[in-house]
């Protein structure tokens, strides 16, 4: 065999090796983000410094809006926000938790959970629920919510009250909508 055909016998057996070795390789994952990017957000809604992110999740749901009378405008009604119902997913599509609420509740599958206080919320584009920035209170129970100090509601999808009628003949009426929206949860550094 000539020097030339076995280099390239040697070159077409280490081409055929490294395809098996690629084609039995895991496909992977795409990296979690080690930080959370705030620098697109309104001012109002930024998590304060010292504080970094502990776990981001996609919540995808329903919120419930109920017809009901307007707050000090006799006669007049309006949709109001009554509750959410959401899975939370990690990044890679995996339900790590849920929110739900009256009161707006956070909770991990490990059995953790937290309620929060609205500290501030700004536009996020029509169609969209506001984004949003609340203080948590103190875990219950120990572990993924144990710590978590804020949340913040971005990358929002739906949400916003019915385009239906709410009129003083349809209050108590109940209707359902569609949202999606990141919850990126904060301990202290």
Known sequence: MSTQRFALSLA?????????????MAPMKPMASSMFMQDSLPDAVKVPAGHKVAMETVGVGEITYECRDKANAPGMTEWVFVGPNAALNDRNGKQVGKYY???????????????????????????????????????MGSGAMTGVTHIQR????????????????????????????????????
């Open 12 to 24: 077409a057996v280490s081409a055929i090796v490294l395809l098996g070795a690629c084609g039995s």
């Open 101 to 139: 609420g009256p009161p707006a509740t956070w909770e991990s599958m490990d059995g953790s959970k937290l309620t929060a206080t609205q500290l501030a919320v700004a536009p996020a584009g029509a169609g969209n629920i506001p984004y949003q920035l609340v203080k948590a209170n103190p875990a």
């Open 154 to 189: 971005v990358a929002i999808k739906g949400g916003v009250a019915p385009a239906s009628a709410c009129s003083p003949a349809s209050k108590g009426a109940r209707e359902i909508v569609q949202y999606q929206a990141d919850y990126i949860f904060w301990k202290a550094a």
